[in-house]
């Protein structure tokens, strides 16, 4: 495919949903603030955040490039995905927690920054959706090819 380019970008640290297009219009859409698309990360974070913790994250919290706009935050069971190469290091006396954020925005390692400014430190991060694309069914290298009508 001829002049295929990344809607959005992941970290060399993050795993999860790439969407790639040759269609610039929709790169924009999926991009661009003003189209306040949503994004929902899995993330996995050391210790066990408090409620307060988590309503910080759904109201905004105060980084060092403004407030960020409010989110979805909630707890979830561990994903039943694949394993993470290299593998991530347990410690024994510090639990982990996962929690699913959805986001209408999209700042350089915004969700890594957000879990820390709640002192609790991302240790696993997942996209799992683009707006209406997900990864489920989805292993990690896979890929599937969309064609968009002219309509959509």
């Known amino acids: 495919m001829k002049d295929v ?9 993050s795993e999860g949903l790439l969407v790639l297009t040759n269609d610039g ?10 189209y306040k698309l949503t994004k929902i990360y899995w993330v996995q974070v050391e210790g066990i955040p ?15 490039d403004g407030c960020t706009l409010p989110a979805d935050v909630n707890v ?3 994903p039943d ?4 190469n290299p593998p991530i290091r347990h410690r024994r006396s510090i639990p982990t927690t996962w929690i699913a954020i959805t986001l209408k925005e999209g700042r350089n390692r915004q969700v890594r920054r957000m879990t820390a400014a709640i002192g609790h ?6 996209r799992y959706s683009l707006g209406d694309w997900t990864i489920e069914a989805l292993s990690p290298g896979e890929w599937v090819e969309i064609l968009l009508s002219t309509e959509q």
């Open 5 to 13: 380019y990344p809607a959005g970008r992941l970290d060399k640290n």
């Open 25 to 34: 219009i929709l790169q924009a859409q999926l991009t661009r603030p003003k």
């Open 50 to 64: 408090t409620e307060k913790s988590l309503m910080q994250l759904r109201k905004g919290i105060e980084l060092n």
């Open 76 to 78: 979830i069971q561990e």
């Open 81 to 84: 995905i694949w394993l993470k």
């Open 121 to 126: 430190p991302t240790v696993r991060l997942i």
